[in-house]
Structures are given as C-alpha cells and as structure tokens.
C-alpha cells in the first residue's frame, strides 16, 4: 500500500509539472486557454480501499499487477501514461480509435466536427480498435483519457462498458486545457 501512495503523490506531481504552456488544440494551434493540466481522480488511501470518482472498491493491494490503460488523440495523455507507467513498473495499454481522429474531428470549433457531435450524444460509442484486453491479474488500472467537453471522451464509455472491473481498484486521471475532471 506504501508503494500505492507514494506512487499517486509522484503521479500528482509528475502530472501538475507536465502543464504544457500555451496549450495546442488540436489543430495544432495554440488555444486561448492557459495550457495543459493534468489532474488526478483519487488519493490512496490506507488500508485497502481507495476511493475512485464516487465510488469506493475495495481490493487487495499487495499483490496483483497494475495496469495503465490511455486514450489519447494527440499525445499528451500519452505521455503522462507513459509516465505513470515507468514509475509503478506497470503495463500499457492504448485505448486506440478503430477509425483514428484527424485533426478536423477534433476541432472544437466546429459544431459539426466528429468530436462535437459524439461529445453532444450521451450514447455516442465510437468504435475501439486496438486488441481486446486481458484484465486477468490486474488489481490496479490508472484510466486516463483527455477532457472534451468537460467529460471524457466517448470512446471511454465504449471502453468502460465493454470490461468488467469487480474488484480492481480503478484510479483516473487526465489532461486538459485547464478544466478540471468535472463531469467525467
Ligand atoms: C474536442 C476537444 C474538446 C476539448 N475540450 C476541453 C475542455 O472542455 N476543457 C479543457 O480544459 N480542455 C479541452 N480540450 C483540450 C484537451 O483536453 C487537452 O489538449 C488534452 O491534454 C489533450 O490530450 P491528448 O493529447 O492526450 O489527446 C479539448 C480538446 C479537444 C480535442
């Protein structure tokens, strides 16, 4: 369990140094907001649970593998997962679009982009493409994604929904422009 709050302490200072200045959207223009932040969605606490969003799991922490799992469009939550990932001696695993985002989807400005309009449809499920995951021996998985639209992407509901996670102690975390997890 030591090494499971240490490990959120380092990840909440490696994502709050990670700010980017002047954040780029996805156009790969800078954005007017003040750069990318990184926020964390639980402390660990002692004894075996760990609260995770609203919700508390309970697990056995001291042993079991930990898992990063990222969706990430234009590689900063990447980044901080790769992170994450060297500093808890975790596996990887990328959340990957079937049909990857081009920079058009992604522009926030446009109220008919791809993103705009999966983001405005609550049962929007984008498709994944990337292999599906063995969760088998994973007590720990670090979830992160970036903030669109004040929430998470879509594709993280196509993710969540498509796994059973009994059992495992979920931790997320995410970049932003600034906003916080908000609604996520
Ligand atoms: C469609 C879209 C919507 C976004 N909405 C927000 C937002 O509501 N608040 C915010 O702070 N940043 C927002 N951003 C900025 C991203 O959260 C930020 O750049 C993030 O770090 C990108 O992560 P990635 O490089 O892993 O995709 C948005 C970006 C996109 C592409």
């Known amino acids: 369990m030591k090494k499971a709050i240490l490990l959120t302490a380092l990840m909440f200072s490696v994502l709050s140094m990670s700010s980017f200045a002047a ?10 907001k003040s750069g990318n932040s990184a926020k964390s969605g639980n402390s660990a606490k002692s004894g075996n649970s760990a609260k995770s969003g609203s919700s508390v799991k309970t697990v056995d922490s001291g042993v079991g593998k930990t898992l990063v799992v990222y969706f990430s469009a234009t590689g ?21 679009a079937s049909e990857e985002y081009t920079r ?5 400005n446009n109220s008919n982009s791809r993103s ?3 983001q405005n449809n609550p049962s929007s499920r984008p498709k994944i493409g990337s292999k599906s995951l063995s969760l088998n021996g994973y007590t720990t998985v670090y ?16 993710f969540v929904e ?8 979920m931790i997320p975390f995410c970049t932003s422009g600034g906003s916080g997890m908000g609604r996520s």
């Open 143 to 158: 979830i992160g994604y970036p903030i669109w639209w004040g929430e998470e992407p879509r594709i993280m509901d196509t």
């Open 23 to 32: 954040g780029k959207n996805a156009n790969g223009s800078n954005s007017a």
């Open 76 to 96: 900063t939550t990447k980044r901080i997962a790769e992170k994450i990932a060297s500093i808890a001696g975790a596996d990887l695993y990328e959340i990957k």
């Open 104 to 108: 058009e989807d992604l522009n926030w």
């Open 116 to 118: 705009t309009r999966e």
């Open 162 to 169: 498509s796994y059973n996670f009994d059992g495992i102690r």
